[in-house]
């Protein structure tokens, strides 16, 4: 049982382009997390998915960011017009249920590193 | 606002010697999972331990364990015989029951390393 794959583990951008990473789940997870994590700080909580469904997305800034877990395939990440402040490491995370349900673990992957130059 | 706090940005422990790791927090809620992850220099994050709040019995996972005081809102982390692998980043995270999606918080992180 593969773990939860993130790709590209680095990506850099111009700033103004987009970029998108991408999460595949846990075989059998139908709950997503993402979050960023910027230099020297701890991850902080942008948004949750179950498929097909937004279910909180209050960390995510309200431009230029969306997100996407579709029925079939990978979970997205885009962000719009990238700047220099968006250079970050993005985690996801997967999990069977709604994480905070009894025995539920949230299983994080590699993350991708953004750079915008 | 449910935060989380690391106090200590860095520690340092010698070899098979004991360090703990501070973590408080605030919630109004009295139902919530804790958490210690681990994030060598690979950036995976690894989790560590768990602690249910409604459980009154500290977590413990072989050289790892938690003095969890629900009271006080702290819930430290304790390595015993410490390994040269033991090095990375350390954080402590919160999440409640069900109202919240599972969102993790995090706190900022202790960047421990073990000396030989």
């Known amino acids: 049982n593969a773990g939860v794959m993130q790709n590209p583990r680095h990506l850099v951008r111009r700033r103004g382009q987009e970029a998108r990473l991408r999460c595949s789940p846990m075989?059998?997870?139908?709950?997503v997390y993402w979050y960023r994590q910027l230099p020297e700080e701890g991850l902080k909580f942008m948004v949750y998915l179950q498929k097909e469904n937004i279910i909180d997305e209050s960390g995510m800034p309200k431009e230029r960011f969306s997100a996407e877990f579709p029925k079939e395939g990978p979970s997205i990440l885009r962000i719009q017009q990238v700047v220099r402040g968006d250079s970050a490491a993005y985690f996801c995370?997967?999990?069977?249920?709604?994480?905070?349900?009894?025995?539920?673990?949230?299983?994080f992957g590699q993350g991708t590193r953004l750079t915008v130059v | 606002a449910q935060t989380v706090t690391q106090s200590q940005p860095e520690m340092s422990v010698q070899e098979a010697e004991t360090v703990t790791l501070s973590c408080t927090y605030d919630t109004s809620e009295n139902n919530y999972y804790l958490f210690w992850y681990k994030q060598p220099p690979s950036r995976q994050m690894i989790l560590v331990i768990r602690?249910?709040?409604?459980?009154?019995q500290n977590a413990t996972e072989n050289r790892f364990s938690v003095n969890f005081q629900k009271a006080a809102k702290s819930f430290s982390l304790k390595i015993s015989d410490s390994q040269l692998g033991d090095t990375a980043m350390y954080f402590c995270a919160f999440t409640t029951f069900y109202n919240q999606g599972g969102k993790l918080i995090f706190g900022q992180g202790t960047e421990l390393s073990v000396k030989p």
């Open positions: 995370a997967s999990s069977p249920s709604e994480l905070g349900a009894l025995n539920t673990e949230a299983f």
């Open positions: 075989k059998g997870h139908s709950h």
């Open positions: 602690q249910e709040a409604y459980k009154q």
